[in-house]
């Protein structure tokens, strides 16, 4: 059935384009010295916050469909409900439900996994994001899946642990080993279990890239977990000690890749025979993995060798290219998403972004989708993101990305564009203070461009961020500071920018605010009426 949007009767849209800009990571926390969105020079947002037309949104926890509050939001949950106009059940709680009802368990695709390395006599892998951040992974979903392999006869399982240091403290590795070693020993005692680590690395580089920017990443995780080339420690600890030791400034997910093993070499590649499971429910840095393992004819990096195993992901990572071909659990099906409302209404419109979000204004946006809706009414434009830390460049892909969304909006062609800016969130990651100011000076300044255009054109931008990150650079605890490196649980900006605004709709009085509330907003300042069963919008009309 086509999608089909109402106009509305009561208010004009304006002649102008609207902008919907993504500050990524930009959050609302407290006026405190740790918060760089309240220390930077950031003139513009400094006004924008405080005027009639903003309003803080929910940015995490069970607002983006997360298991609880206590859960912090992330760029690809928070695109997929800004896109969606309501909210869907995300990775981590669907995967928490599955293993709690044993629908994880009762799948063809874990069956048959179980069943091929018992009928075989080989080994199950568990490859994934060693922590308990919840963005992309949690380790007590991975101790599920261990204990029951061990319990269904599996005799042999390695698992393959990329370092955070990004979703969780900076340098917390030894404490999720500790605490896999142990579940990892209790499996061991029983009769004829030899369940190990046998790789691992830091997730920045090793396995985990996203959006093809450096497939040297995933070339060095495939030479650890594969072939066994890494440097080599007798232990998971020993690795992550030496790591530390040598360099002082190091942090988990800049470590380099390793593998464990003795004089007889690794203990743990992957060899024909196998079953190999990535245990990330998230998608953006499983599908390069995944490609690797899945695809015959692969030419990304010289793989040397292909072994013969039964591969799967925690979830399908790519809906519309079924990446990878076999998962354990479904991933939400978000249909019906704003962009697909405005195709159908004929509405022009881009996205725009660096390669580190480029995926999250387009693939999350739509729903998890991959392409374009359509090729006739949308242009989608990646700048391509430096591959450095971003400490080191925190201004990012910024003003090139301003200076082409300009160009856009000037050209005449579209009605609507949504443009990411990742500073926030990729330069916060690395918690140092004085990129981290710079990334949202950056961003300030950006922004003030794109306002100064839009109002040229007679249009109206919103401005908003995905979740928090840059509020919040570091935690005290008796004089002694921390670096935080994770998102936040802090509130969002929503902000709308009209400059020929005379009071036509005012904020509506909502009990809750959050992300799912920004696609009807979108709709109604384009002159059309909200979706029936999208989240309501944050504006009504006088």
């Known amino acids: 059935m086509a999608l089909q949007l109402k106009k509305l009767e009561n208010f004009t849209p304006r002649k102008g384009p609207l902008l919907l800009i993504i500050m990524d990571g930009i959050g609302l926390g407290d006026p405190v010295p740790s918060n760089a969105v309240h220390v930077a020079d950031t003139p513009l947002l400094d006004s924008l916050f405080t005027g009639d037309l903003f309003v803080p949104l929910m940015a995490h926890g069970s607002a983006v469909g997360l298991p609880s509050d206590d859960d912090m939001g992330n760029s690809e949950v928070g695109h997929n409900a800004l896109g969606a106009g309501r909210v869907f059940a995300q990775g981590a709680k669907r995967v928490n439900l599955a293993i709690s009802d044993g629908s994880i368990f009762d ?106 920017a450096d497939w040297d990443v995933v070339k060095r995780g495939w030479d650890a977990h594969v072939l066994g080339r890494a440097r080599m420690f007798s232990s998971a600890e020993e690795a992550v000690k030496t790591f530390y030791a040598e360099d002082p400034a190091m942090t988990d997910q800049y470590m380099g890749a390793f593998v464990v093993g003795g004089e007889d070499g690794p203990i743990g590649t992957v060899q024909d025979g196998d079953a190999v499971l990535f245990f990330n429910f998230r998608g953006d840095r499983a599908i390069e993995i995944s490609r690797a393992f899945d695809e015959k004819d692969f030419s990304e990096f010289d793989r040397e060798r292909y072994p013969d195993v039964l591969y799967a992901g925690m979830m399908e990572y790519d809906g519309d290219l079924h990446l990878p071909r076999k998962f354990l659990v479904s991933p939400p099906e978000i249909d019906r998403t704003v962009s697909e409302y405005l195709v159908s209404a004929g509405v022009k419109m881009f ?53 082409k969304t ?36 950056t961003v300030d300044r950006c922004v003030a461009k794109l306002l100064e255009t839009v109002k040229q054109l007679g249009g109206i931008a919103v401005v908003t961020a995905d979740h928090g990150n840059a509020d919040e650079m570091f935690t005290e605890k008796n004089g002694e500071r921390s670096p935080k490196t994770a998102h936040t649980l802090s509130p969002v900006p929503f902000v709308i920018y009209d400059p020929a605004y005379k009071g036509e709709y005012r904020l509506a009085a909502l009990e809750k605010r959050g992300l799912s509330n920004v696609a009807g907003t979108l709709l109604n300042l384009m002159g059309y009426e909200n979706v029936e069963d999208y989240d309501p919008s944050l504006i009504e009309f006088v």
């Open 406 to 441: 300009q160009e856009l909006l000037v050209s005449g062609k579209f009605r609507f564009g949504r443009v990411n800016f990742a500073n926030g969130d990729m330069v916060g990651h690395t918690a140092v203070p004085e990129a981290v100011v710079r990334g949202v000076e």
């Open 107 to 212: 799948s063809d695709v874990w069956k048959d996994m179980v069943k091929k390395v018992k009928d075989e006599e080989s080994v199950f892998h568990f490859i994934g994001l060693l922590s308990d951040g919840n963005v992309h992974s949690h380790i007590d979903q991975l101790y599920a899946m261990l204990r029951r392999a061990s319990e269904e006869g599996v005799k042999k399982a390695r698992v393959h642990a990329l370092l955070d240091g990004r979703d969780v403290p900076e340098r917390s590795a030894l404490e999720y080993i500790k605490r896999t070693e142990e579940v990892l020993a209790e499996i061991n005692s029983e009769d004829g279990r030899d369940y190990r680590i046998a790789s691992g690395g830091g997730r920045m580089v090793t396995t985990m890239d996203r959006y093809n």
């Open 351 to 403: 996205a725009i972004s660096e390669t580190q979000k480029f995926g999250h204004v387009t693939y999350f946006w739509n729903g998890n989708k991959s392409g374009y809706i359509s090729r006739e009414l949308e242009e989608y434009i990646e700048i391509p993101s430096d591959r450095i830390q971003f400490d080191k460049a925190p201004e990012m892909k910024a003003f090139e990305i301003a200076e």
